[in-house]
Structure formats: structure tokens, C-alpha cells
């Protein structure tokens, strides 16, 4: 699951994650969680549901109406969705959740849900309220856009605001010293190749996903430099994965070293006893 050197970032965030959606599901809280684009946010939350009974994933997008919405969560719950209207739909839903023993709703990418949408979670959350854990994801956008409803006091705003308790979760930053780390475990060392890394990093806002491709890339530069100065050869290896258990396939590239013999310079007495007649 976890690349090199991603590793340790990963498993950080995965940890604050997982805390997170186990508290939201034993004592039904609402929480919205806050992290950067490509930490793991999507990956955890998944994980979480495999792992968990009654816990329900919802990808939210822009283009999600009202209807799209309450539709995505009748589906996850196992409601019916055909032959019903949307109002009927929603209580079948909101009824099926609410039976279940510690229910888990899951909101992913919450930030792109547009306000009228918006404004139909507070009614969801109203007949949920101590029957089912909420938890929302989403990147930092929503912190300004929460300033912004609060500020021209627009609808609906400051009731989600009061029902994530008025705070947001925040996974904690991407930093420099994390990605010199990855660079490092992926075998980048030369010091030139990292602050390239750390530049490119810098104006992604390091975004680990574009981090995990810019060493990859430099790396791959690197070593078709070595092949072409030097030859290769290639074995594939077995190595385990640390957190499925489940053997990956690597290539392994070893550079092939060149050793130059240097002769040992022939005197006169050698070349006399090389020859035939003495």
C-alpha cells in the first residue's frame, strides 16, 4: 500500500484518520477533517470501510443535485432507489441508517457539494443526531468558504458550522523535511536532484502525489544516465507489502561497474624466458 519513504508520512495521517472516523462511529460525533490534496484522506477512508461494518462511503462532486445525493446515499445503505420519490427515498434511507449499530457516514471531497446540496445535510443530520457518526474530507477550501457563508451570513452556514462543533480537524502538514526523507528512501541522495524536489514540492504545495511522481522521474533520469555510461542488468525481486501483506513485484536495476587490468609491464629477462628455445 505504501511506497518508499512515503511510508512514514502516509502512516502518520492514516493513523489521525483512523482515530478520527473510530471516534465519529462510537460516539456519533460530526467531524469535518482538513488535509492536503494527495495525503491519504481517500485511501484511509476506505481502508476504514472495508475494515468496518456499517460504515457508508460517499464521493461528493460539483455537478451532485440534490437528487444525485440523496440517491449516492440510499444506494450505499442498501435503500431502494427506483419507483420512489425523493422525499420517500431519503426517510427509507435515513430509517434503514438509523437501525444499525453504530452507523458511519462517510463524506468525501464535501468541499464540492454546491449550497443547496449543502443546506440538505442539515435535515440529514437533524433526524440523525445520536443515531450515526458523520465525517466529512475535504481540503483547506472549505475553511474559506465556511468564512465566507458566516461572513454574508448566508444560508445554512452557520448551522453546519455549529454541527462540526465549530472547528475543523487539521491532518497535519506535508513538510520539507518529510520530502527530503522520501527523496532519500527512493535512493535520490545527490543534493542538486533534491532541491529540485523540494522547488517542484514547494509550487504543488506538496501535494504527495505529484512529490511521489517528480522523484520518481528524476530517479528514472538518473539511472538511464548510468545505462547509457555504464550497461545494466535488471532483476525482479518479491518484497512484501507492509500493510496488506500482500508481495509486490520490484525491478531492481543494478549498474554494472567497469574494472580496468592494468598489465604488468614486460622486461627484456621475461620476454627471454618466453621464448621457445632458451
Known amino acids: 500500500l505504501w511506497s518508499r519513504g512515503l511510508g512514514d508520512v502516509y502512516k502518520r495521517q492514516f493513523k489521525d484518520i483512523t482515530f478520527v472516523l473510530a471516534d465519529a462511529q462510537l460516539y456519533k460525533n460530526v467531524t469535518w477533517v482538513v488535509g492536503d490534496a494527495g495525503c491519504g484522506k481517500t485511501t484511509a477512508a476506505i481502508d476504514y470501510r472495508k475494515k468496518h461494518r456499517n460504515v457508508f462511503y460517499i464521493l461528493c462532486s460539483e455537478d451532485m443535485k440534490k437528487s444525485d445525493f440523496v440517491r449516492e446515499i440510499a444506494k450505499q445503505v442498501g435503500a431502494p432507489t427506483d419507483g420512489t420519490n425523493l422525499r420517500d427515498m431519503l426517510e ?88 527530503f526523507a522520501i527523496c532519500r528512501a527512493n535512493g535520490l541522495t545527490d543534493e542538486t536532484e533534491i532541491k529540485k524536489v523540494l522547488k517542484d514540492a514547494e509550487a504543488s504545495e506538496n501535494d ?68 621457445p628455445i632458451k
Open 208 to 275: 504527495l502525489r505529484r512529490v511521489k511522481r517528480f522523484v520518481h522521474s528524476r530517479k528514472r533520469r538518473i539511472d538511464e544516465l548510468k545505462r547509457k555510461i555504464f550497461g545494466t542488468s535488471s532483476e525482479k525481486t518479491r518484497r512484501p507489502d507492509q500493510e496488506e501483506g500482500i508481495q509486490e513485484e520490484e525491478t531492481v536495476t543494478v549498474v554494472k561497474e567497469h574494472t580496468r587490468t592494468r598489465r604488468k609491464k614486460s622486461v627484456r629477462a621475461d620476454l627471454y624466458e618466453a621464448l
Open 92 to 179: 427509507y434511507a435515513i430509517s434503514m441508517i438509523a437501525f444499525l449499530n453504530n452507523p458511519l457516514l462517510i463524506f468525501d471531497e464535501g468541499d464540492k457539494l454546491t449550497d443547496s446540496v449543502f443546506n440538505y445535510f442539515i435535515s440529514i443530520y437533524n433526524r440523525l443526531e445520536g443515531h450515526s457518526g458523520i465525517v466529512f474530507f475535504s481540503t483547506d477550501y472549505i475553511k474559506r468558504r465556511m468564512e465566507n457563508g458566516l461572513r454574508y451570513n448566508k444560508k445554512g452556514y452557520k448551522e453546519i458550522n455549529s454541527r462540526i462543533g465549530r472547528r475543523f480537524f487539521d491532518l497535519t502538514a506535508t513538510t520539507r523535511n518529510d520530502i
